[in-house]
């Protein structure tokens, strides 16, 4: 028997609910005190295909999911046919004996048939819509997880349509877990049992983002909507009348850059979040940020290219396009976060780094960070973030200006202290045209030189700030993975695994992207004795953008491009290749 | 008391002479004096072209953008900072054709701008191709055989969608366009004023001497409703011997998007506390989560 070290998944076709029953399931082991971590698939489409959520639970931290599945909930037959190869020797399959499962097949993969009449359940006890709620109670049943938790679930999750719902779905819920427990339970080796423990929360990349970035003071969202980041536009939405945040859904991803600019020229801190395809489209806004250096956050939550790509799918196809997006040069921020804490991390930090170096700075989030819950403690996000206005001007500062304002003034750091519109001893036009030091348009060669050189300046002064690389692991490993984003996740995983074995392997994981620390990640690459990059593109950007400014090359690169997220059984397999 | 005068600025234009965007760079100065705002309260916002560079030469807050940006960078500037009576003023080119999108939008979502389309009928800065709003046939250096779409007709598509003042004014009527200008200043969303201008290098047909004698002034019509939607339709067909100008329709009855959201009934959000909660208030966020 093993406890509490097992990962559970449910497949489905789109509208069959099998993101809500995963992330009841998961809240349910969330609550009982376990670690998880989930995962979704899914396609571009709302009825019909194959989608899954998988999570995987332990009883200390997890940063991924990992191939193994111990026990499937098929809401189909096309989910046993798909995810049965996953199942390990004495995992199981619940599902509906209405499906014509030939039990034979999963003999043969040493797999064990637990059929639940979930429908019949469902109708028995509430009704037919209420099968889902089955299938979690058969799942809790066969685990011999607490019901008590799963039923807290239940209420909060119903508690809106009703108290006879609720009940109902209790009902449902009690009498698949009794058929279960009476009748398979004992025939599966793989269990979860609650323990004590604080409360955690379950959150995704995109929430602890959001999150970060209101703390942080953000006042004005706008965006288009665009899988994987449009769920930050619609959290901002939800909680717009509640914290004050003007939230607009904008005609295109022209409109939600330029009025993001708008609002941040005024003084508000304004953000837009997009995925790669709607960043094409902002990248002409990106430029007139950097010209007028007015302070935004662009988050551009990656998925597979070009063009339309896969829409509801993974990849960091986007690094090298964030630091040259735009003609002309100039200073643009590039975060990249690769864990949920990080994702809170970056929300914030943008905005300080935007306001003090007056640019935009970016976000560059990825599907799998945005879409993955996973249990956090409650104090892994402090709410009390800092806050960085840089040279703003005050009020009273301004009443005692006694020359004419300059907007540009050249200073030695770029860095040009700034006036908000509305103040009489501050009255400005900026242009997106090469302009002087009071924001006049000019196209003289001795402005045009200083203007961009005062500009440019800008760029060592926030190289100098930008973070060095997370480190993990001993210092002194035979093994060293270079990495960024949600890749950090499975490579932890990996890591582990490999030391589990007796071998020992680092990480190196670079957040801060851009102006990137050159000085910084040499130190941090310096002492490895074997250096591989993981990343999730075809080319190995990130290897290519440390070789350019560091001149380290890695020696190996493992690459994941087919739009699913990288796990720890892929980089363990690919690493032979590469070693 | 401010004065047009106080809304100049030591810049030159470098408009040709006679260009019709002295005409409207005058009647708002004016426009803006007899309203009684000063240049701090005031932010015009503008794209790229020749009448774009109008904040350049005005002693006001400005942001000059990018080509056909303007209403959007203009959206967000009033929905952060409502206090400052933001002004656009852009070409037909600017306004109409690159920012398509975002005429349609800023007129559906009445937000309280006042919209001054500087409307040549051609491109100037780029040295003369059509535009948006040339007519059919019109002869320029990118359809030498003459352009083949319609003419873009702002007003009737302001109309369709759901504009609550739609107006034109004439560069060479100064009085005229001051009004209309204050008028537009006056109302509660958003405005359009779509301004017939010369271009005297550009647009030899559509000069001074072949539109004075069309244009005639909508006040001057007894009996005419400008919150008859239908009658206004007609109004915004008419084009040709006769032009109408002024206000073609305005009703006063929709509040501006900014008086619907949330978010913006504690004032200006600008003069708002970056958190609107205090700490404790956003730890409850957490609670969702668990």
Known sequence: M??????????????????????GFAQALVRGGLYIFGLQDYHSRIRGGHNSYQIRVADHDIYSHDERVHLLLALTKVAIDEH????????????????????????AQSVKAFPVPLTKIAVDQGSKLMANTAAIGAAAGLTGYDMGVINSVIRDNFG???????????????????????????????KLKKIEAPLRMLISGNQSLALGALLAGCRFVAGYPMTPGSPILEWFAVHSKEYGVVTKHSEDELAAINMVIGAAQMGVRAMTPTSGGGFSLMVEGLGLAGILEVPIVVVNVQRPGPATGLATRHEQGDLLFMLHAAQGEFLRIVLAPGTIEQCFEAGYRAFNLAEKYQSPAIILSDA???????????????????????????????DGLTERYRRYAVTESGISPRALPGHPNAVYALGSDEHDEYGQICEDVAVRTQQNEKRMRKVEAARSEMKPPQQYGPPDAELTFLTWGSALGPVRMAADILSDQGQSANIVQIMDIWPLPVDKVTSALQGAKKLICVEQNYTGQLATLVRAYTGIEVDGLIRKYDGRPMSPEYILAHLKGVV | ?????????????????????????NALKKALAQTGLAPHDVMLVSGVGCGSKLPDYTTANGVMTLHGRTLAVAT?????????????????????????????????????????????????LTKGQYSPTSPHGFVPRTSPQGAIEEAFNP???????????????????????????????????YALVDVLQPCVTFNRKYSYDWLRPRVYKMQDQVGYDSSDKAAAFAKALEWGERIPI??????????????????????????????????????????EYL
């Not at chain 1, 097992?6 to 076709?13: A, N, R, S």
């Not at chain 2, 206090?83 to 690159?98: A, F, Q, S």
């Open chain 1, 160 to 190: 809106k349509k009703g108290q006879e719902i609720v009940e109902a779905n209790l009902r449902v819920a009690a009498a698949a877990h009794g058929f279960v427990k009476e009748k398979y339970a004992a025939s599966f080796p793989f």
């Open chain 2, 155 to 189: 007003l009737a598509v302001a109309l369709a969608a759901g504009g609550t003042f739609i107006s034109r004014g004439w560069s060479g009527d100064l009085e005229h366009l001051t009004w209309l200008i204050t008028e537009a200043l006056g109302h509660r969303g």
């Open chain 1, 84 to 107: 049965l190869q996953e199942i390990v020797p004495g995992g199981g399959v619940i599902y509906d004996p209405a499906l014509s499962v030939d039990e034979a097949d999963l003999a």
């Open chain 1, 368 to 398: 799998f960070l945005a879409h993955s819950p996973r249990a956090l403690d409650m104090d892994a996000l402090d709410l009390d973030v800092p806050i960085d206005r840089g040279a703003l001007l005050s009020d009273e500062e301004l």
């Open chain 2, 1 to 25: 008391m401010v004065d047009a005068k106080d809304f100049a600025s030591d810049v030159r234009p470098t408009w040709c002479a006679g260009c019709g965007n002295f005409g409207i760079w």
């Open chain 2, 246 to 287: 002024g206000i073609i329709y305005r009703t006063e009855s929709r509040p501006a998007y900014e008086e619907m959201v949330p978010a913006l009934e504690a004032g200006p959000l600008v003069k708002q506390p970056l958190r609107a909660k205090t700490l404790p208030e956003y730890e409850v966020l957490k609670q």
């Open chain 2, 76 to 124: 967000g500037a009033r929905l952060a900072n409502h206090g400052l009576k933001v002004i656009c003023t852009h070409g037909d080119g600017d306004g109409y054709g690159e920012g398509g999108n975002h005429f349609v939008s800023a007129v559906r979502r009445n937000i309280g701008i006042v919209d001054i389309v500087q409307n040549n009928r051609v491109y100037g």
């Open chain 1, 2 to 23: 093993l406890v509490n070290d097992m990962t559970l998944k449910i497949g489905g076709e789109a509208g069959q609910g099998v993101e809500s029953t995963g992330r």
